[in-house]
T-cell receptor, first 112, second 114 residues
Framework: KNQVEQSPQSLIILEGKNCTLQCNYTVSPFSNLRWYKQDTGRGPVSLTIMTFSENTKSNGRYTATLDADTKQSSLHITASQLSDSASYIC???????????FGTGTRLKVLA | ETGVTQSPTHLIKTRGQQVTLRCSSQSGHNTVSWYQQALGQGPQFIFQYYREEENGRGNFPPRFSGLQFPNYSSELNVNALELDDSALYLC?????????????FGQGTRLTVV
């Protein structure tokens, strides 16, 4: 069964601190791994996208890593800001159909 | 802004009614996917349309149906609404045919069934 699991479910950190979110996926055939940021009640916004051959991808303070052998990905946020408070969703894409398998997300709260 | 627009933004319906949600895809995109996101959950794939034909479907009953028009905009229709259909409905626009396709999401339609 195709599925994506994320941890932790929720996280609270202080402004300026770093954090790392985890994603394990079981998707076949696997194509791409994506990270999205979703503000409450809004549509997801893409942060990074990696193919199975890419190990890391950065987007400003966001850095995603991918280990296709262990089927794990992480999203590292550096020097967090209040505006980083959101849900971060890991998405594994199956090849051929462009079907996305979403994780349940990690809800991040950044406090001043 | 992604260029993907959904309407309406909010909707309240009564159990048993029918609803139509709309999505305008981003210019140059030929594929639209629909997702259902219950509160506190990740989006669940409903179906995808490519060149006006259904191109993949998730685990949703037939009362969830869709259309894609020649301009690649799309509709999601849900018949015989149930209370559990209350959710945020997202559409995603993308171009099918590239090696690595970016998908852009609309802001969603919040459907409440009472």
């Amino acid at each position: 069964k195709n599925q994506v699991e994320q941890s932790p479910q929720s996280l609270i950190i202080l402004e300026g601190k770093n954090c790392t979110l985890q994603c394990n996926y079981t998707v076949s055939p696997f194509s791409n791994l994506r990270w999205y940021k979703q503000d409450t009640g809004r549509g997801p916004v893409s942060l990074t996208i990696m193919t199975f051959s890419e190990n890391t991808k950065s987007n400003g303070r966001y850095t995603a890593t991918l280990d296709a052998d262990t089927k794990q990905s992480s999203l590292h946020i550096t020097a967090s800001q209040l505006s980083d408070s959101a849900s971060y969703i890991c998405v594994a894409e199956t090849s051929g159909t462009y079907k996305y398998i979403f994780g349940t997300g990690t809800r991040l709260k950044v406090l001043a | 802004e992604t260029g993907v627009t959904q309407s309406p933004t909010h909707l309240i319906k009564t159990r048993g009614q029918q609803v139509t949600l709309r999505c305008s895809s981003q210019s140059g995109h030929n594929t639209v996917s629909w997702y259902q996101q219950a509160l506190g959950q990740g989006p669940q794939f409903i179906f995808q349309y490519y060149r006006e034909e259904e191109n993949g479907r998730g685990n949703f009953p037939p009362r969830f149906s869709g259309l894609q028009f020649p301009n690649y905009s799309s509709e999601l229709n849900v018949n015989a609404l149930e209370l559990d259909d209350s959710a945020l409905y997202l559409c995603a626009s993308s171009f099918f045919g590239g090696l690595r396709t970016e998908a852009f999401f609309g802001q969603g339609t919040r459907l409440t069934v009472v």
